[in-house]
């Protein structure tokens, strides 16, 4: 389940499931949507991009849905697997161009075996 | 490719002193860098955007002269805490982005400070 309170997000699942992690962002001219993993002590890891002209793009395993006209954004993950265990981040580019990265309060994924 | 060091890791340092972060762009040459700070169960938070021989654009309310940038090369940034105190101690994450990065920022695998 999904808790959310003084801590990070939690979303937690068995080995093997699919897992669903939301995001909502602010700004309606933001061009540019990244998905970062970060494991603990570690730096911000790329997953999977998706821009504003596009509502889904699929990876290994992974896929980001883009809902623009409620500014939502997921990252859907096949097949759960413990080494997916992590606190997940939604970036978008605001406004057009290259320009800064805002980054999401971040969900913490856990999985269990 | 597309590889961010940073140097040190881990550093710990007393009240008052001066510490200086690395963040190299080992493969490719990194227009611009950005300097994040990360407190623990939290998000990233932009402090500053700087470009390779200009001087550091800063997020509204960190202070420029307490983190000092300094983007000298294309493939070399620092950030210096000076006089550092113990609310200062935090992760400290760089990113780089190079001409053909498109919007994509490569990350460095981040700095833990410890001030005492």
């Known amino acids: 389940g999904e808790s959310v309170g003084l801590h990070l997000p939690t979303l937690s699942v068995q080995e093997g499931d699919n897992s669903i992690i939301n995001c909502a962002y602010s700004n309606s001219a933001s061009d540019y949507f990244i998905w970062y993993k970060q494991e603990s002590g570690k730096g911000p890891q790329f997953i999977i991009d998706i821009r504003s002209n596009m509502d889904k793009r699929q990876g290994q395993r992974v896929t980001v849905l883009l809902n623009k006209t409620v500014k939502h954004l997921s990252l859907q993950i096949a097949a759960t697997q413990p080494g997916d265990s992590a606190v997940y981040f939604c970036?978008?580019?605001?406004?057009?161009?290259?320009?800064?990265?805002?980054f999401g309060k971040g969900t913490m994924l856990l999985v269990s075996p | 490719g597309a590889v961010v060091s940073q140097h040190p890791s881990r550093v710990i340092c007393k009240s008052g002193t001066s510490v200086k972060i690395e963040c190299r762009s080992l493969d490719f040459q990194a227009t611009t860098m950005f300097w994040y700070r990360q407190f623990p169960k939290k998000s990233l938070m932009l402090m500053a955007t700087?470009?390779?021989?200009?001087?550091?654009?800063?997020e509204q309310g960190v202070e420029k002269d307490k983190f000092l940038i300094n983007h000298a090369s294309l493939t070399l940034s620092t950030l210096t805490v000076t006089s550092a105190h113990p609310e200062d101690s935090s992760f400290y994450i760089c990113?780089?982005?190079?001409?053909?990065?498109?919007?994509?920022?490569?990350f460095g695998p981040g700095t833990r400070l410890t001030v005492t």
């Open positions: 970036a978008e580019n605001r406004g057009s161009g290259y320009s800064t990265l805002t």
């Open positions: 700087s470009n390779e021989g200009s001087k550091a654009t800063y």
């Open positions: 990113s780089a982005r190079g001409v053909a990065s498109g919007y994509e920022q490569y």
